[in-house]
Protein backbone atom coordinates (compact mmCIF):
# COMPACT_ATOMS: atom_id res chain seq x y z
CA UNK A 1 0.00 0.00 0.00
CA UNK A 2 2.81 2.33 0.78
CA UNK A 3 4.44 1.60 -2.67
CA UNK A 4 4.47 5.04 -4.86
CA UNK A 5 5.28 3.34 -8.17
CA UNK A 6 1.64 1.32 -6.93
CA UNK A 7 0.13 4.40 -5.79
CA UNK A 8 1.08 6.18 -8.89
CA UNK A 9 -0.13 3.52 -11.57
CA UNK A 10 -3.77 3.64 -9.75
CA UNK A 11 -3.65 7.41 -9.71
CA UNK A 12 -2.83 7.33 -13.37
CA UNK A 13 -5.88 4.57 -14.10
CA UNK A 14 -8.34 6.36 -11.91
CA UNK A 15 -7.46 9.77 -13.69
CA UNK A 16 -8.16 8.36 -17.06
CA UNK A 17 -12.37 6.32 -15.66
CA UNK A 18 -15.02 7.16 -18.19
CA UNK A 19 -18.54 5.81 -16.80
CA UNK A 20 -16.67 4.23 -13.64
CA UNK A 21 -14.44 2.57 -15.83
CA UNK A 22 -11.10 2.78 -16.80
CA UNK A 23 -10.27 3.70 -20.22
CA UNK A 24 -8.44 3.48 -22.95
CA UNK A 25 -6.69 0.13 -21.80
CA UNK A 26 -7.36 -2.39 -24.73
CA UNK A 27 -7.09 -2.70 -28.25
CA UNK A 28 -9.47 0.20 -28.75
CA UNK A 29 -7.35 3.07 -27.43
CA UNK A 30 -10.77 5.00 -27.50
CA UNK A 31 -13.09 2.43 -25.56
CA UNK A 32 -13.60 0.13 -22.88
CA UNK A 33 -11.81 -2.81 -22.02
CA UNK A 34 -14.91 -4.37 -20.18
CA UNK A 35 -13.63 -7.06 -17.75
CA UNK A 36 -9.82 -4.53 -17.26
CA UNK A 37 -12.98 -3.87 -14.62
CA UNK A 38 -11.71 -6.92 -12.73
CA UNK A 39 -8.28 -6.51 -12.77
CA UNK A 40 -8.87 -2.37 -11.12
CA UNK A 41 -11.09 -4.13 -8.47
CA UNK A 42 -8.75 -6.36 -7.62
CA UNK A 43 -5.92 -3.75 -7.38
CA UNK A 44 -8.09 -1.51 -5.24
CA UNK A 45 -8.97 -4.62 -2.77
CA UNK A 46 -6.04 -5.61 -2.61
CA UNK A 47 -5.27 -1.29 -1.87
CA UNK A 48 -7.52 -1.94 1.26
CA UNK A 49 -10.10 0.45 -0.57
CA UNK A 50 -13.17 -2.05 -0.74
CA UNK A 51 -15.18 0.91 -1.83
CA UNK A 52 -13.52 1.64 -4.93
CA UNK A 53 -13.37 -2.10 -5.63
CA UNK A 54 -17.62 -1.97 -4.94
CA UNK A 55 -17.56 0.87 -7.93
CA UNK A 56 -15.69 -0.99 -10.02
CA UNK A 57 -17.96 -4.03 -9.84
CA UNK A 58 -21.24 -1.31 -10.36
CA UNK A 59 -19.57 0.17 -12.98
CA UNK A 60 -18.84 -3.67 -14.73
CA UNK A 61 -21.95 -4.71 -14.30
CA UNK A 62 -23.64 -1.08 -16.08
CA UNK A 63 -21.73 -2.17 -19.19
CA UNK A 64 -23.58 -6.00 -19.54
CA UNK A 65 -25.81 -6.60 -22.26
CA UNK A 66 -29.31 -7.35 -21.37
CA UNK A 67 -28.71 -10.82 -20.89
CA UNK A 68 -25.92 -10.00 -18.11
CA UNK A 69 -22.61 -11.04 -20.80
CA UNK A 70 -20.37 -8.57 -21.90
CA UNK A 71 -18.13 -7.87 -25.01
CA UNK A 72 -14.75 -7.86 -24.61
CA UNK A 73 -14.35 -3.40 -25.45
CA UNK A 74 -17.04 -1.56 -25.93
CA UNK A 75 -17.49 2.28 -27.04
CA UNK A 76 -18.10 4.87 -24.75
CA UNK A 77 -22.08 6.18 -24.58
CA UNK A 78 -22.42 8.56 -27.86
CA UNK A 79 -19.20 7.46 -29.17
CA UNK A 80 -18.93 6.36 -32.57
CA UNK A 81 -19.84 2.79 -32.31
CA UNK A 82 -17.20 0.43 -32.70
CA UNK A 83 -16.69 -3.08 -32.00
CA UNK A 84 -13.77 -5.24 -30.41
CA UNK A 85 -13.45 -8.67 -29.75
CA UNK A 86 -15.53 -11.39 -29.03
CA UNK A 87 -19.27 -11.49 -27.80
CA UNK A 88 -20.13 -12.93 -25.86
CA UNK A 89 -16.75 -12.80 -24.16
CA UNK A 90 -16.72 -15.71 -21.43
CA UNK A 91 -13.59 -14.50 -19.69
CA UNK A 92 -15.40 -11.59 -18.74
CA UNK A 93 -18.02 -13.59 -17.09
CA UNK A 94 -15.79 -15.41 -15.04
CA UNK A 95 -14.12 -12.03 -13.89
CA UNK A 96 -17.08 -10.74 -12.65
CA UNK A 97 -17.65 -13.96 -10.47
CA UNK A 98 -14.17 -13.79 -9.56
CA UNK A 99 -14.16 -10.56 -8.03
CA UNK A 100 -17.41 -10.96 -6.39
CA UNK A 101 -16.52 -14.01 -4.44
CA UNK A 102 -13.17 -11.79 -3.59
CA UNK A 103 -15.18 -8.76 -2.38
CA UNK A 104 -16.60 -11.47 0.34
CA UNK A 105 -13.79 -13.31 0.80
CA UNK A 106 -10.01 -12.65 -0.15
CA UNK A 107 -7.09 -14.40 1.66
CA UNK A 108 -4.28 -12.36 2.64
CA UNK A 109 -1.05 -14.58 3.53
CA UNK A 110 -2.24 -16.98 6.71
CA UNK A 111 -5.40 -14.47 7.04
CA UNK A 112 -8.84 -14.70 5.78
CA UNK A 113 -10.75 -11.18 5.43
CA UNK A 114 -14.14 -11.19 5.17
CA UNK A 115 -16.84 -8.79 3.41
CA UNK A 116 -13.99 -6.12 2.92
CA UNK A 117 -15.45 -5.44 -0.39
CA UNK A 118 -19.28 -5.55 1.04
CA UNK A 119 -21.72 -3.46 -0.65
CA UNK A 120 -23.57 -1.23 1.42
CA UNK A 121 -26.66 -1.63 -0.81
CA UNK A 122 -26.28 -5.64 0.07
CA UNK A 123 -27.67 -4.65 3.62
CA UNK A 124 -30.84 -3.44 3.05
CA UNK A 125 -33.48 -5.02 4.86
CA UNK A 126 -34.10 -8.31 4.72
CA UNK A 127 -31.52 -9.40 2.67
CA UNK A 128 -28.74 -12.31 2.99
CA UNK A 129 -25.77 -12.70 1.15
CA UNK A 130 -23.57 -15.90 1.13
CA UNK A 131 -20.71 -18.56 0.33
CA UNK A 132 -21.37 -21.97 0.23
CA UNK A 133 -18.19 -23.98 0.18
CA UNK A 134 -16.41 -21.53 -1.39
CA UNK A 135 -12.28 -22.51 -2.05
CA UNK A 136 -9.89 -20.67 -0.77
CA UNK A 137 -5.92 -21.14 0.52
CA UNK A 138 -7.64 -21.60 4.14
CA UNK A 139 -9.87 -24.33 3.10
CA UNK A 140 -13.54 -24.62 1.90
CA UNK A 141 -15.75 -21.64 3.18
CA UNK A 142 -19.43 -21.15 4.21
CA UNK A 143 -20.89 -17.92 5.40
CA UNK A 144 -23.76 -16.29 5.59
CA UNK A 145 -24.62 -12.13 6.02
CA UNK A 146 -28.59 -11.87 7.50
CA UNK A 147 -30.25 -8.62 7.85
CA UNK A 148 -33.01 -8.57 9.80
CA UNK A 149 -36.42 -7.22 8.57
CA UNK A 150 -36.29 -4.57 10.30
CA UNK A 151 -32.80 -3.64 9.44
CA UNK A 152 -31.60 -2.97 13.01
CA UNK A 153 -29.01 -5.94 13.09
CA UNK A 154 -27.56 -8.55 11.05
CA UNK A 155 -26.78 -12.17 11.67
CA UNK A 156 -23.08 -13.23 11.25
CA UNK A 157 -22.71 -17.07 10.33
CA UNK A 158 -19.09 -18.31 9.44
CA UNK A 159 -18.32 -22.58 9.41
CA UNK A 160 -14.96 -23.48 11.07
CA UNK A 161 -12.16 -23.74 8.59
CA UNK A 162 -10.88 -27.18 8.24
CA UNK A 163 -6.68 -27.31 8.17
CA UNK A 164 -3.99 -25.73 9.56
CA UNK A 165 -3.11 -22.68 7.31
CA UNK A 166 -5.41 -19.57 8.71
CA UNK A 167 -4.24 -18.16 11.24
CA UNK A 168 -7.13 -15.43 12.16
CA UNK A 169 -10.36 -14.34 9.95
CA UNK A 170 -11.03 -10.85 9.29
CA UNK A 171 -14.53 -9.51 9.56
CA UNK A 172 -14.97 -6.03 8.19
CA UNK A 173 -17.25 -4.05 9.25
CA UNK A 174 -16.59 -1.14 7.62
CA UNK A 175 -19.32 1.57 6.92
CA UNK A 176 -22.18 -0.94 7.06
CA UNK A 177 -22.07 -1.85 10.37
CA UNK A 178 -19.68 0.74 11.84
CA UNK A 179 -18.67 4.54 11.35
CA UNK A 180 -14.69 3.94 11.54
CA UNK A 181 -14.07 2.50 8.21
CA UNK A 182 -11.06 0.18 9.40
CA UNK A 183 -13.37 -1.72 11.72
CA UNK A 184 -13.06 -5.26 12.18
CA UNK A 185 -14.05 -8.00 14.30
CA UNK A 186 -11.13 -11.22 14.59
CA UNK A 187 -12.65 -14.55 14.35
CA UNK A 188 -11.01 -18.03 15.85
CA UNK A 189 -10.84 -19.84 12.17
CA UNK A 190 -11.22 -23.13 14.09
CA UNK A 191 -14.14 -21.76 16.11
CA UNK A 192 -15.89 -19.65 13.37
CA UNK A 193 -18.96 -17.74 14.71
CA UNK A 194 -22.28 -17.52 15.15
CA UNK A 195 -23.64 -14.05 16.29
CA UNK A 196 -25.56 -10.75 15.85
CA UNK A 197 -23.79 -7.44 15.06
CA UNK A 198 -25.83 -4.57 15.52
CA UNK A 199 -24.73 -1.66 13.49
CA UNK A 200 -24.12 1.50 15.18
CA UNK A 201 -25.75 4.82 14.13
CA UNK A 202 -24.10 7.36 11.84
CA UNK A 203 -21.30 8.59 14.69
CA UNK A 204 -17.98 7.86 16.51
CA UNK A 205 -19.35 5.73 18.44
CA UNK A 206 -17.94 2.51 17.97
CA UNK A 207 -19.74 -0.96 16.58
CA UNK A 208 -21.79 -3.16 18.77
CA UNK A 209 -21.91 -6.44 18.18
CA UNK A 210 -23.65 -8.68 20.73
CA UNK A 211 -22.28 -13.03 20.53
CA UNK A 212 -25.34 -15.47 20.30
CA UNK A 213 -24.80 -18.47 22.90
CA UNK A 214 -22.20 -20.92 22.35
CA UNK A 215 -18.30 -21.06 22.22
CA UNK A 216 -17.65 -18.21 19.96
CA UNK A 217 -14.45 -16.16 20.35
CA UNK A 218 -15.04 -12.12 20.93
CA UNK A 219 -12.51 -10.59 19.37
CA UNK A 220 -14.13 -6.72 18.21
CA UNK A 221 -11.43 -5.02 17.21
CA UNK A 222 -10.76 -2.01 15.08
CA UNK A 223 -9.31 -1.86 11.24
CA UNK A 224 -11.40 -1.18 7.72
CA UNK A 225 -14.02 -1.27 4.49
CA UNK A 226 -16.70 0.80 2.53
CA UNK A 227 -19.36 -0.90 -0.06
CA UNK A 228 -22.31 -0.66 -2.48
CA UNK A 229 -25.16 -3.88 -4.31
CA UNK A 230 -28.21 -6.30 -4.05
CA UNK A 231 -29.05 -9.53 -5.28
CA UNK A 232 -30.92 -12.57 -6.55
CA UNK A 233 -28.25 -14.30 -7.99
CA UNK A 234 -26.95 -18.10 -7.99
CA UNK A 235 -24.01 -18.83 -10.08
CA UNK A 236 -23.83 -22.48 -8.73
CA UNK A 237 -23.05 -24.26 -5.39
CA UNK A 238 -20.48 -21.79 -4.50
CA UNK A 239 -21.63 -18.80 -4.46
CA UNK A 240 -25.55 -17.80 -3.78
CA UNK A 241 -26.20 -13.69 -3.05
CA UNK A 242 -30.00 -13.34 -2.54
CA UNK A 243 -32.09 -10.64 -1.22
CA UNK A 244 -35.35 -11.76 0.92
CA UNK A 245 -37.48 -9.59 -1.26
CA UNK A 246 -37.12 -10.72 -4.80
CA UNK A 247 -38.13 -7.52 -6.17
CA UNK A 248 -34.37 -6.48 -5.15
CA UNK A 249 -33.66 -9.36 -8.51
CA UNK A 250 -29.83 -8.36 -8.98
CA UNK A 251 -30.60 -7.71 -13.12
CA UNK A 252 -32.57 -5.70 -12.12
CA UNK A 253 -30.84 -3.50 -9.08
CA UNK A 254 -27.62 -3.60 -12.24
CA UNK A 255 -30.02 -1.82 -14.94
CA UNK A 256 -27.81 -0.01 -16.89
CA UNK A 257 -27.86 3.78 -17.63
CA UNK A 258 -25.40 3.25 -20.60
CA UNK A 259 -26.51 1.71 -24.07
CA UNK A 260 -24.87 -1.48 -25.12
CA UNK A 261 -22.69 -1.69 -27.98
CA UNK A 262 -24.18 -5.30 -29.36
Not at 39 to 64: P, T, V
Not at 91 to 103: D, K, N, T
Not at 170 to 191: I, M, Q, Y
Amino acid sequence: KADPFVAGNMAMLEATEREGMVYGTGWDATGIWNYFASFYGHAWLWQGRGDKAAQSLYAYANHAAPMLVWREEQSLKGAPYKKVGDMPHNWASAEFIRLVIHMLALDRGSELHLLEGLPVEWTKPGMVTSLDNVVTTCGKLTMELRIASDGRKARLKVKPLAGDSCSRVVVHLGNWASPAPRATLVLDPKEGTDRTIIPSPHSNSAVAASLSPGPLQAADNIQRSTPIIRSQWSTGPGIRLRPRNRSSVLSRKFTSPFPQSL
